[in-house]
């Protein structure tokens, strides 16, 4: 039976479904609601484990981090802000193998200051070693926390799931949960090894020589790249109980399709309502959504774009002195590879503003008149 | 697995020799003994400091007990992430210890350490103060007493060292102690009681540094015990933030005993050094009225 939920209620059932043992977390908008449902979940004792309520959210991720390093399975959730502050202590995540699990819901990061969704505050933590999905809704942010932490624990590297700030955060959607005995099977065995052993100490993350450094550094790229295996199966595990599956990246008409626009987040909704009235319109259009971004999908961006003319990529995010972070790493992405569309760049919705069906559809027939794509992208909207 | 080396360790002793202190280090003995009187049963964590220049490089370790080295102004809230994981997997005879030195306690890591010790974390956090960013090579901190030399403050530090003790027992913490490698049985006591007590213990221990002092390497014990007997630095200990109790009743030698063995206060002239026993003989009397309940 359906329920509703936000989609910041689902990823705090999810927590508590996956018997997080310690949580620690900061408030900050629009994640908070996370932080609070927990916390009332802890007053209600429906929680397995315990909560820290933190001076910062840079203490948070740091008592993670060495809490799930002394073999306890661990969350947090933050935004904007506090991801920036957290950015230090994500090094330290990925490059001790934590298999650590956090919600990022997306925020625009200040200066100026701005509460609406924007991918930048993510994207930014980019190169810090952590897996990233972008979700699409409720249901998706619920059933990918509760995938993340099984291929977490099976590759030791962290997991950021991420959804946008109020489209996702807040929004009530019908959802469909988990029975609990069903989570408890779908993650049994999974566990964060103890790295604190008495009988047999251990020195971590010790001062290296160039010649270490690069080889942890290669260890973990290597594993980043395993990862994606791991989430095949995981994902087909998760299907085999649950029936829902998302892939690494997901094609809509695209067998066809001489245009296909690229979508991450909740704006693939719009995306999937733009492509439905274009198709009907006569357009051979299709859609191409993003959902893992670390590891980067190329092979599947790669197929996904065969016998594609144009590409257009829409960025809720910039990297000021480039573009649209999603465009450049498609554009990189099919360098070298054994197709060549034309790549369209457009920065839309930043700071939460509304990116209807119409907008996105106004792009694609520009890109179709459009011959060849301008080097700098095209910002919709703003002054 | 990444990160980790087997260790092992001599009878009684969690440390080992061949590190990387400097001839004369205070703060190796420091760890010498905190390891000594904690035994096998502890977990170490270490921020950028120079107990982490003892701990290490890969692939060794002086260690005989697990560590952690951590981000520097995480040393309280990364133990703390560990005594949370020993308590929900029910290792209670474990003690999570938290190493940091002057820097990382009373300037990058005060705002961890206050949150830490707002919740009462069970921990022990031992501060090795050597009154400056000793590792990277002797620059101010807001420990360095005022006057003193350093590479960044060449002229003697304007700063007036933060009364940390003040700062750490305002938040009622059960177990705030000072101590001095110059009085080893009192150092080891106390962190023997901290072991024994659940919540936040905090002990500020007094570590000369030879090689940021200015003076020479035998000259670490005369002082850290002419630092004590002349009232620069008080031992005693407050539990629950409010009952004080004197460790060591102190001979109250002149403080120029000992200004004059350290190099890094050459230059003051007299008045500098009345200024400064002026201020040792106000902070006593300080101390006397809290240790007798009148303050």
């Known amino acids: 039976m359906k329920k509703l939920s936000s989609g910041n209620y689902a990823v705090a ?4 479904q996956a018997k997080v043992q310690f949580i620690a977390a900061y408030p900050i908008t629009p994640q908070t609601s996370i932080y609070e449902k927990i916390s009332e979940m802890e007053a209600q004792a429906l929680l397995t484990g315990s909560m820290a309520r933190v001076e910062s959210e840079h203490s948070a991720i740091t008592m993670c981090v060495s809490a799930s390093m002394a073999g306890i399975r661990v969350f947090s959730a933050t935004s904007s802000q506090g991801l920036a502050l957290m950015h230090e202590m994500l090094h330290f995540a990925s490059g001790n193998r934590s298999p650590m699990v956090m919600v990022c819901v997306n925020r625009a990061i200040a200066a100026p200051w701005s509460l609406g969704t924007d991918q930048t505050d993510t994207l930014a933590q980019r190169d810090t070693g952590w897996m990233q999905f972008y979700c699409e809704d409720n249901q998706e942010v619920y059933d990918t ?3 993340a932490y099984k291929i977490s624990e099976k590759i030791l590297l962290p997991s950021m799931v991420i959804m946008d700030g109020f489209f996702t955060s807040h929004f009530i959607e019908p959802m469909d949960f988990a029975d609990d005995a069903d989570i408890d099977q779908f993650l049994s065995g999974s566990a964060s090894p103890d790295r604190f052993d008495i009988e047999n100490p251990t020195y971590i993350s010790s001062l290296v020589n160039a010649n270490d450094y690069l080889a942890f550094k290669k260890r973990k790229f290597t594993d980043m ?13 998760f299907k085999q109980i649950f029936k829902r599956s998302y892939g690494m990246v997901e094609t809509v008409e695209t067998n066809d399709a001489e245009i296909v626009m690229v979508t991450s987040g909740a704006m693939t909704s719009t995306g999937r309502v733009a492509i439905e009235s274009l198709r009907k319109k006569g357009l051979r259009v299709g859609l191409l959504k993003i959902k893992t971004f670390r590891p980067f999908p190329y092979e599947e961006v790669e197929e996904a774009l065969r016998g594609v003319r144009k590409v257009v990529v829409i960025d809720r995010n910039v990297s000021i002195g480039k573009g649209g972070i999603f465009c450049s790493e498609v554009q990189s992405a099919i360098n070298n590879s054994s197709v060549n569309p034309l790549v369209y760049g457009y920065i839309a919705g930043l700071a939460g503003m509304d990116v209807s069906s119409g907008v996105l559809e106004g792009i694609v027939m520009e890109v179709q008149e459009k011959e060849s794509p301008d080097r700098l992208p095209v910002w919709v909207g703003g002054n | 697995m990444n990160g980790v080396n087997k260790v092992e360790s001599y009878e009684g002793e969690w440390m080992r020799p061949g590190h990387y202190a400097c001839p004369g ?3 190796a003995i420091a760890m010498r003994l905190a390891l000594k009187a904690l035994g096998k049963k502890t977990i170490l964590v270490i921020v950028p400091s120079c107990s982490a220049a003892i701990a290490a490089p890969f692939p060794n370790t002086s260690l005989g007990v697990s560590g952690f080295h951590t981000a520097f102004e995480t040393a309280a809230p990364a133990a703390a992430g560990i005594a949370h994981s020993l308590d929900i997997r029910g290792k209670k005879d474990i003690t999570v210890v938290a190493c940091a030195g002057d820097g990382g306690t009373f300037d990058i890591g005060l705002q961890s350490l206050s949150g ?13 103060d050597n009154e400056a960013y000793m590792n990277t090579g002797i620059q101010v901190s807001s420990a360095t007493p005022n006057g003193a030399w350093t590479v960044t403050s060449p002229s003697g530090s304007i700063g007036r060292k933060k009364r940390f003790m003040d700062i750490i027992v305002a938040h009622r913490i059960p177990y705030a102690a000072t101590a001095s490698i110059g009085f080893p049985e009192d150092y080891m006591e106390k962190v023997k009681k901290a072991r024994t007590i659940k919540g936040l213990k905090f002990i500020h221990i007094f570590t000369p540094c030879p090689t940021g002092w200015r003076m020479a390497e035998n000259l670490t014990g ?26 060591y009743e102190p001979s109250r ?5 000992y200004l004059k063995i350290q190099g890094r206060y050459r230059h003051l002239n007299e008045d500098q050094v009345l ?3 002026t201020e040792v003989d106000e902070e006593w009397e300080r101390l006397t009225k809290r240790t007798k309940g009148c303050l």
């Open chain 1, 13 to 16: 059932e999810a927590v508590r």
């Open chain 1, 145 to 147: 926390v509760l995938q």
């Open chain 1, 225 to 237: 790249e395993a990862a994606k295996e791991v989430i095949a199966e995981v994902e087909e595990e």
């Open chain 2, 25 to 27: 280090c205070g703060v």
């Open chain 2, 116 to 128: 830490a010790a707002d919740r009462n974390e069970n921990l022990i956090y031992l501060c090795f």
């Open chain 2, 222 to 247: 005369n002082a850290a015990i002419l630092a004590v007997e002349s009232g620069i630095f008080q031992l005693y200990e407050v539990f629950e933030g409010k009952r004080y109790q004197l460790s």
């Open chain 2, 253 to 257: 030698l002149p403080v120029s005993e």
């Open chain 2, 275 to 277: 200024r400064m026993q």
